[in-house]
């Protein structure tokens, strides 16, 4: 084993990747790789990609293309592609650009000390399996030592549910929920390193079902870890939000109020093209239980305009639907046809209408935003302060509601939770002074 080689790791896409990304670096720390963060004096560079929309995954072989210098300049350089592009589009990565060395499955991660073998000496290697075994417990653990204040875990992994648009299905492959006690051990050595905040991640999270309870039990079992103090979960289906979790919003102190949930279109006709398996009513009734239980929710959602079929009405009953539930922040996107999906096989609308719905879209959005934005001017939140701002002397952190939050505040804040008050909003984040 040869020490010190230098491993650059770039992430696109979900949250889910980033924590992908990391557990990745420790398994390579095993062969000796220690992170750097640009890729001129790389030995490996590895793209953890997405796929969920063809722009993300076209970007990857621009990327790859950027790299053709410093391979030229370093025979040895080795070049992985991970992610849902690996597990999607497999050894065709390698025949489209020759230089990929190495393409990795999401759930093949725990394979790469072999396959990082395989390729010094000169071979290629491609890995993407869905193996029986848990890649979490094969993995190695995570480093110990002082983290930032919040952390990612994923609990639970795939998804089953087939959304006529979505890729996710087939590059993560079937809803997998990781055992609760690994889990709690997981928070638990986080939280002994410094964090303070966890996000439990998965496809479908709260499908989660490794906890009796499902995942409001497992949130109930971390609620009572000493020095954890704010838990969050992404990404959430309405399906699956149970009554003890919509309870738990209102019960559990350390459930940060914030939630999101993706409802993707304000159509019956289009959520059943969708195979959605819930009407825009169902939704809104939903979110009013939510909000029942947790008024204050900081409420964010995802939305898909120019699904194929989506006439005037339908995009109509969408920016109805928004109206009705007032988002304090969302995501939206124009459809994106995936190959291999069922929506892939039907007529496509016009670019134009699909530019021009987005537009009316993200401009009610915006508004819904720069309002609740707004409101939160003289209240007082309780701020996690994660980093230094770019200015001296000021800090930047998150609200209960994950509002972004800068604030003048001593060094020694960062990692602790302080009551600041709002001074001013901006679109995207809050200025405000510590309450003393
Ligand atoms: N599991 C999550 C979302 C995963 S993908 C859920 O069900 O909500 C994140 C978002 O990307 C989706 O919510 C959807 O809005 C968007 N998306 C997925 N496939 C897409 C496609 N083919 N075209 C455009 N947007 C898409
Ligand atoms: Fe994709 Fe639908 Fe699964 Fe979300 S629930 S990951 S949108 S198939
Ligand atoms: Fe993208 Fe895969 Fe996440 S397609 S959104 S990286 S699950």
């Not at 009551?419 to 002074?433: H, I």
Request: glycine share 8%; hydrophobic share 35%; aromatic share 6%.
């Amino acid at each position: 084993m040869s020490a010190d080689k230098k491993l650059f790791i770039k992430t696109y896409g979900c949250q889910m990747n980033v924590y992908d990304s990391e557990r990745m670096a420790e398994v390579l720390g095993g062969k000796g790789y220690t992170q750097t963060d640009t890729p001129d004096d790389a030995d490996m560079i590895l793209l953890n990609t997405c796929h969920i929309r063809e722009k993300a995954a076209e970007k990857i072989y621009s990327e790859l293309g950027r790299f053709k210098g410093l391979k030229a300049a370093n025979p040895d350089l080795k070049i992985g592609v991970a992610g849902c592009v690996a597990q999607a589009e497999g050894e065709e990565i390698i025949k489209r650009q020759p230089m990929v060395d190495l393409v990795v499955g999401p759930q093949s991660y725990h394979r790469l000390p072999a396959m990082d073998d395989a390729i010094q000496t000169g071979a290629k290697a491609l890995d993407i399996d869905f193996p029986e075994d848990d890649k979490f417990e094969t993995l190695k653990k995570r480093k110990k030592g002082k983290r930032a204040p919040t952390a990612f875990l994923t609990v639970q992994e795939g998804c089953d549910k087939f959304c006529a648009f979505c890729v996710v299905p087939y590059t993560r492959g079937a809803e997998v929920s990781r055992p609760s006690d690994r889990v709690i051990n997981e928070a638990r050595e986080l939280v002994e390193s410094g964090v303070r905040e966890i996000t439990l991640l998965g496809q479908n999270v709260n499908a989660y079902n490794g906890h009796e309870g499902g995942l409001a039990g497992l949130i109930w079992a971390l609620d009572k870890i000493d020095g954890l103090d704010r838990i969050r979960f992404t990404t959430s289906h309405p399906n699956d939000m149970d009554d003890v979790l919509i309870e738990a919003h209102g019960t559990c102190d350390k459930l940060m109020p914030y939630l999101h949930l993706p409802v993707q279109s304000g159509s019956d006709r289009i959520l059943q093209a969708m195979n959605r398996k819930h009407t825009a009513e169902e939704y809104v009734r939903l979110i009013e239980r939510i909000r029942d239980a947790r008024p204050d929710l900081l409420l964010s959602g995802d939305f898909i305009v120019g699904f194929p079929g989506e006439t005037d009405q339908d995009f109509e009953d969408t920016m109805e639907l928004i109206r009705t539930v007032n988002y304090g922040q969302a995501y939206s996107f124009k459809y994106s046809t995936r190959p291999g999906t069922p929506a892939a096989e039907k007529p496509q609308l016009p670019e134009d209408v699909m530019s021009e719905r987005l537009q009316a879209l993200q401009a009610l959005l915006k508004s819904q935003q720069i309002a609740a934005q707004d409101s939160m001017v003289g209240r007082t939140v309780k701020v996690l302060f994660e980093k230094k701002g770019r200015e001296d002397g000021q800090l930047i952190g998150k609200s209960e509601y994950l509002h972004a939050i800068y604030a003048d505040a001593p060094e020694d804040a960062l990692g602790d939770i302080r009551d600041v008050y709002v001074a001013e909003a901006g679109p995207n984040s809050l200025a405000g002074r510590l309450v003393a």
